[in-house]
């Protein structure tokens, strides 16, 4: 994620969904010109392929079975 300060990783929540907004605390926009920081919003977009290969269908339905 590019921040003010430079690219920073981000974990995404397990189950998460288009549109879901997450909070990186203290990354935003300098609040009153001190040291205090606002924090930074991030909406998650996902993007689905299409198409599938013929092995990555493999994947999916092993996944599948073992409940993932």
């Known amino acids: 994620i590019a921040t003010l ?3 920073i990783m981000l974990k995404i929540p397990q189950g998460t969904n288009t549109g879901t907004i997450l909070r990186v605390k203290n990354k935003g926009v300098p609040m009153g010109g001190g040291d205090k920081r606002g924090d930074l919003y991030v909406r998650v977009k996902i993007n689905m392929p299409e198409k599938l ?6 994947h999916i339905e092993e996944m599948k079975k073992e409940g993932i």
């Open 5 to 7: 300060d430079g690219d």
């Open 53 to 58: 290969s013929k092995e990555a269908k493999k």
